[in-house]
């Protein structure tokens, strides 16, 4: 549904797509993470064709997005990372307003309202004005009126922002059900839980380029290596294997069992380990992946990343 090639983009001086490249296909949901700044909302507006990229190509169903641009711009549905709902206009209004710039005919479009508006939750206040709305319902409609039409393909920027639990999940039932119905789903999030819930596979924007793109299994895997760190409280005592890192002793190589690990660790310290101030614990996660992939702080090995990545 949507192939993507080496996307450059710079604003000014700064580069922030050096050579992007993503496919996602009919029916799959693509999870897309980084850091702040690291040029998600770019690339998206550019996928969705409103940015032009300085070098690359967007090719959505088989066409070039940028030569087709009415063609393909119908089969896309886009909620930006900013609010894009009309305050002064009902609930009802913003809604009918995308679904009938969507190309839909006006009854179709009062069918997809009712039941757009059933599956955010917000049936019952298709009637009020949208200023009048929750923090929460805000970001429920302005996801709505992306999927009023049932695109193809769909970006999704941070839909979640301000949701409580309730907002959030209904907001998750929606997206699988548009993958279900065979659309691709692109989706940002800085709740990385979110992902493991929707089952999306994950691509991590870093340093300008899509760094991994793999199924979550996966990249848990590869990346999510387990961690320990002993945290002291004043000096740090040597122990052969393990190394200091400020206040902390991490082992030296990755270890696969970190309880066991600390726990060694302790009983060889035995009296030095007297100005222990706490033991950190890293699983095998998308989080601690996560943290890897970016070279984050964190207690995962980066070494190992690197080589990971490198092969
Ligand atoms: N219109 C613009 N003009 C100049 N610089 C911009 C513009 N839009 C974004 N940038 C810069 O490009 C970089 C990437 O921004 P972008 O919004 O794409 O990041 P992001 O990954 O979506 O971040 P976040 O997680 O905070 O939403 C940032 O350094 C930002 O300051
Ligand atoms: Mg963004």
Excluded at 126 to 146: C, D, F, I, V, Y
Excluded at 155 to 167: I, K, M, Q, R, Y
Excluded at 223 to 244: K, Y
Aim: charged fraction near 20%.
């Amino acid at each position: 549904m949507l192939e993507i090639r080496d996307l450059t983009k710079a604003y000014g001086d700064h580069r922030v797509l050096l050579g992007v490249d993503l496919d996602v296909g009919a029916g799959e949901i693509v999870g897309l993470l980084g850091p702040n700044g690291a040029g998600k909302t770019t690339l998206i507006s550019i996928a969705a064709g409103l940015r032009r990229p300085d070098r690359g190509s967007v090719r959505i169903a088989g066409r070039d997005a940028m030569r087709h641009r009415p063609l393909t711009a119908r089969l896309i549905g886009l909620a930006p990372q900013d609010l894009g709902i009309y305050p002064t206009l009902t609930v009802r209004q913003n809604l009918m307003f995308f679904a009938r710039l969507a190309g839909l005919g006006p009854s179709v479009a009062r069918r997809q309202v009712d039941s757009t508006a059933e599956a955010f939750d917000l049936a019952d206040r298709l009637n009020h004005r949208a200023e009048t709305l929750s923090g929460g319902q805000k970001r429920r409609l302005h996801t709505a009126m992306a999927v009023i039409h049932r695109p193809k393909l769909v970006f999704l920027d941070e839909p979640t922002v301000g949701a409580d639990v309730a907002s959030r999940a209904g907001i998750l039932d929606v997206v699988r059900q548009l993958a279900a119905e065979g659309a691709a789903v692109v989706y940002t999030t800085h709740y990385l839980t979110e992902l493991e819930q929707l089952g999306a596979a994950i691509a991590v924007l870093h340093a300008g380029r899509i760094a991994v793109r793999a199924p979550l299994p996966e990249v848990i895997a590869r990346f999510g290596a387990a961690g320990v760190a002993l945290r002291f409280a004043g000096e740090v005592p040597h122990l052969p294997g393990w190394r200091v890192d400020g206040a902390r002793l991490v082992p030296e190589e990755t270890v696969a069992d970190p309880v066991a690990a600390a726990a060694q660790a302790l009983a060889a310290l035995g009296a030095r380990a007297g100005g222990l101030a706490g033991v950190e614990i890293v699983r095998p996660s998308l989080e601690s992946a996560y943290l890897a992939i970016t070279g984050q702080p964190g207690v995962a090995q980066t070494e190992e990343v690197v080589d990971a990545l490198a092969a």
